[in-house]
């Protein structure tokens, strides 16, 4: 096995032909690890120094990318991250080729332990529960001398998709499909004229952006904060583009009577619907539920699209479960060489 490391942006060219076949052979097959998502993301924040390995059998085939940087915290200690960790990325890993996961994190940890002197601590953040890095890294680390510990960080809810609209609603807790139902007559019924749509080439995606980043600002306070952050907007605006030209962007609007009241900034990727952000104009047109009508739009939209999986991502927020989430574990995993008890 040979290993290339990177610790520059050359990274990104070097390995873009590659990167997302190689993501598709692997068993982390999600939009945050696409090679779109990861080099955008670093071009947007880049908040330490990139330190990735790939991995090639002897047949020169790419077999496995740790997507990672060092970065420099206090009291001069540097900490070994994945690439999109933590607040814009919800979920990160290895990327290895499912044929080549134990030869691969076997030389990963071989790798880790030479070069242990680079780094005081690893933290990998927004891993899910059956993930390789979750279940088998801690054994390969533990058996080098590491010392790890591997904790629930987070949840995302999610749901399984079934074959038809009726389904999914009848599957839901009597009282929210009680709710459900009512919130959705009512704008039935409403004098106000109520329309939805998804962005789509007929539209301007950049007003359209414009759009929904007024409307998740107005949403709450600590969105407009998030987005006062300029690394933020300029993350927003370099992404959104590039996921619409791949197919992978659904955004969608629900509007009264013309004015845009609620939308969300979903992706559509390997046949799971994310709900990765939302804005609402809050208390204008609250009688008429937008957010949630919006919302069993989009998910009577992904059951009809055939779609698997609706994932409302990181969050335990009441209405993810009251519109049928199941949690789906994501943990965290530190580690450190020798043993610092």
């Known amino acids: 096995m040979r290993l290339t490391i990177y610790q520059d942006a050359r990274v990104f060219s070097d390995l873009q032909s590659e990167w997302n076949d190689l993501l598709h052979r692997s068993t982390s ?135 038809n609209w009726e389904d999914y609603v009848a599957g839901l807790n009597k009282k929210y499909r009680h709710e459900l139902r009512r919130k959705l007559r009512r704008a039935e019924g409403a004098v106000e004229q109520i329309d939805w749509y998804i962005v789509g080439e007929e539209h301007d995606l950049d007003e359209e952006l414009d759009r929904f980043l007024k409307l998740m600002a107005a949403s709450h306070p600590e969105k407009a904060g998030f987005l006062e952050d300029p690394q933020n907007t300029d993350f927003f605006r370099t992404v959104t583009p590039i996921l619409f030209e791949r197919g992978w962007l659904q955004l969608s609007f629900l509007t009264v009577d013309g004015t845009a009241a609620a939308a969300y900034l979903n992706f559509d990727y390997n046949n799971h619907i994310l709900v990765y952000n939302s804005g609402l104009l809050p208390g204008e047109y609250g009688h008429l539920s937008p957010g949630i009508v919006l919302l069993g739009q989009n998910i009577r939209h992904a059951i009809e699209s055939r779609r698997e999986v609706f994932d409302f991502l990181r969050g335990d927020e009441s209405y993810k479960y009251q519109m049928g989430g199941q949690d789906t574990r994501l943990f965290m995993l530190e580690a450190y060489w020798g043993d610092q008890s």
């Open 29 to 163: 097959n999600r939009i945050f690890s696409t090679w779109e998502w990861q080099s955008t993301w670093w071009e947007a924040y880049h908040p330490g120094d990139l330190w990735v390995t790939a991995f090639r059998n002897d047949d020169n085939q790419l077999i496995g990318i740790a997507p990672w940087f060092i970065g420099h915290h206090q009291e001069q200690r540097q900490v070994v991250h994945s690439i999109g960790c933590v607040e814009v990325s919800d979920y990160l890993d290895l990327i290895i080729d499912t044929h080549h996961i134990e030869s691969v994190l076997a030389a990963l940890v071989d790798h880790l332990k030479d070069q242990s002197s680079l780094f005081d601590s690893i933290n990998l953040c927004n891993i899910v529960e059956d993930s390789p890095t979750k279940t088998c890294l801690p054994h390969f680390l533990e058996q080098a001398g590491f010392t790890v510990t591997c904790s629930q960080q987070e949840v995302c809810p999610t749901i399984q998709l079934p074959a």
